[in-house]
């Protein structure tokens, strides 16, 4: 018999609540290595951490396509690791695996039919990147760019980007550039994260939306309006962006993060007064879900693997290690303790 590590949900937040470290409990157990026909013995070696797990957390997720966890029970979700053997023609001894419903758990029997192979060369060994800017993360930016952004190449379009610094802003604010807007603005939580934007990522400008008066540098930065806004947050910073919104413009309505740890449905009812400007200026905003997609994963996942290859998207991430810190990394996340995708690296 194996020892292996788990993270469990120890409680939860409340409808109502932010979450806290204490929400989450380490356990040591055994695992049975006899695999049955169908089965994989993986070691995990990158655990992801999302918004979308705070809906999880609750005894009901508020969402037909998310189960709640339950208490006391392995918490799962985006990883990556090593399959160590198999009883399952889906992958062999070595192969490199992923998984949307990977157990926090630091080795784990799974079945084959579950895991997706993905080819290392892809990210040139940065394994991470699978649950990043070469997994759901650069699919989310990509495909919400597309689908929903509406940019044309030579149309002088400005693009706004809440969240900016979060592991999808960063690369949608980089996909807008590169599909040709001629100015990206990014609004974010901290002047580190600003410097970064402009800095290491070639945001045109980047606002802290926590210090900065946030209408006011928003026309500073965008003279000619705003085309195209990709958010990510929700509440007051979007009604101020929709606000300065050129008629005809377009929303990626990607997440709201701003009203997750509150009890209001998906997504969250806006004001008359920013629904009459929708209303008014011809504005679009549709909901977006990433997994409506997939049929375009494979193809787009080379895109970004090609832009990462060549420098054209920069990937930023915050590293935590240790299984027993994904409570920690989870709600520090929440907060906006990270930079670029938050990752917790689990084992070599
Ligand atoms: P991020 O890496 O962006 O991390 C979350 C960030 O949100 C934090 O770093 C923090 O940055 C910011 N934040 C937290 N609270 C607030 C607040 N009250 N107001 C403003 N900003 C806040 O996470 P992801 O990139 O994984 O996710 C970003 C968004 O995309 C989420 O809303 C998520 O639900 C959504 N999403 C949607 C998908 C879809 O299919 N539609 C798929 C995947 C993600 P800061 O320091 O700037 O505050």
Not at 106 to 134: I, N, R, Y
Not at 227 to 251: E, K, L, P, R, W
Not at 325 to 336: E, H, I, P, Q
Request: hydrophobic fraction near 35%.
């Amino acid at each position: 018999r194996m020892q292996v590590k788990r993270v469990v949900l120890s409680s939860r937040p409340g409808n109502n609540g932010a979450p806290v470290p204490a929400n989450f409990r380490l356990e040591e157990t055994t695992l049975a290595p006899e695999l049955k026909d169908g089965e994989v013995l993986v070691r995990t070696l990158y655990l992801s951490v999302d918004p979308y797990m705070r809906c999880r957390m609750n005894e009901d997720t508020g969402a037909e396509y998310l189960t709640p966890w339950q208490l006391c029970e392995c918490v799962d979700g985006g990883g990556v690791g090593v399959v160590e053997s198999s009883r399952s023609s889906v992958c062999a001894e070595g192969d490199v695996v992923t998984c949307f419903n990977w157990p926090w758990q630091t080795h784990a029997v799974m079945k084959g039919c579950v895991l997706q192979k993905v080819e290392p060369q892809l990210v040139d060994g940065h394994l991470s990147h699978f649950l990043g800017a070469v997994g759901i993360t650069g699919l989310t930016a990509l495909f919400g760019v597309r689908e929903k952004g509406n940019i044309t190449k030579g149309a002088n379009q400005t693009m706004v980007v809440s969240g900016a610094a979060g592991a999808c802003g960063s690369i949608a604010g980089q996909i807008g550039r590169l599909d040709g807007c001629v100015r990206v603005v990014g609004i974010c939580g901290s002047d580190e994260k600003c410097r970064a934007l402009v800095e290491d990522l070639g945001f045109s400008a980047a606002i802290n939306y926590r210090h900065e008066d946030v209408p006011a540098r928003l026309r500073e930065c965008c003279p000619d309006g705003i085309d195209v806004y990709f958010d990510n947050v929700g509440g007051a910073i979007s009604d101020t962006v929709i606000t300065q919104m050129n008629s005809g413009s377009h929303v990626i309505l990607c997440g709201q993060i701003s009203q997750y740890n509150k009890d209001v449905p998906y997504p969250p009812p806006l004001s008359e007064e920013i629904q009459e400007a929708l209303r008014s200026k011809n504005i679009t905003r549709e909901r977006f879900m990433v997994l409506h997609y997939m049929n375009k994963a494979e193809a787009a996942l080379f895109e970004l693997s090609q832009w990462v290859k060549s420098g054209q998207i920069k990937v930023l991430e915050t590293v935590v290690n240790g299984i027993e810190n994904m409570g920690d990394a989870f709600c520090s996340m929440m907060k906006g303790g990270n930079i670029g995708k938050q990752i917790i690296k689990v084992s070599e």
